[in-house]
């Protein structure tokens, strides 16, 4: 295991500095996070925050499909309204246009700002192995990881370090971070030592896992 996977795993309570947090006082950004939330700045997301955020996600991909459903319909009935019918589709087809859309949602999302809709609503930010912006081929890989292999999730209820099988595989994390970073991606000061990562806010009710 090497420690810059550890390295995510920084006490925030003790001072060790955890790679993905910042020193800079507090501007805009950091005021408008929850003054118990900002303890787990940079530590990696548990089960039921990612879960939130891919619901979200997962009903936006829907709501695509839906509209996209729709505007095929719109066009049939204005190329001929007397003979309109509803285009008739299954579900094997539904699932293949879904699965398209919600693979080019995760891959342009984690390739430009490092997160979705619902990542942003949750305050995660999806990283690299270093702790910066995932460049798009990697994007596109984890995005095809995860449509394809979603179950692949749940792997963070058993993981000490909170990792689905996408990131132990692709060597991604999942973190929380609600600041923006108008520079782009950063590259993380790697601590020498780690502790025990702080519980995970809202109702997860899980200690952070001690690297293994």
Not at 12 to 29: H, L, V
Not at 96 to 123: C, E, K, P, Q
């Amino acid at each position: 295991m090497s420690a810059t996977d550890d390295s995510l795993n920084a006490d925030a309570t003790t001072g060790r500095r955890s790679p993905w947090r910042t020193d800079r006082p507090a501007g805009d950004a950091m005021n408008a996070v929850p003054a118990e939330a900002r303890p787990f700045q940079g530590h990696r997301a548990g089960i039921v925050t990612k879960s939130v955020a891919n619901s979200v996600d997962l009903g936006l991909t829907i709501g695509a499909v839906v509209a996209l459903y729709l505007g095929w319909a719109a066009v049939l009935f204005l190329v001929n309204p007397r003979a309109f019918t509803f285009p008739q589709t299954n579900f094997a087809v539904m699932l293949l246009v879904g699965g398209a859309i919600m693979t080019l949602y995760f891959w342009v999302s984690w390739a430009t700002v490092g997160r979705t809709y619902g990542d942003h609503l949750l305050g995660l930010r999806v990283v690299g192995w270093r702790g910066n912006r995932m460049r798009w081929l990697p994007a596109l890989v984890r995005a095809m990881f995860c449509v394809v292999f979603m179950i692949g999730l749940f792997w963070t209820v058993v993981s000490r370090q909170n990792r689905s099988i996408q990131d132990v595989v692709l060597r991604t994390s999942v973190i929380y971070d609600w600041e923006v970073h108008p520079g782009g991606p950063r590259h993380p000061e790697v601590p020498n030592e780690f502790a025990e990562s702080p519980a995970e806010p809202g109702s997860d009710g899980q200690a952070g896992r001690q690297p293994g």
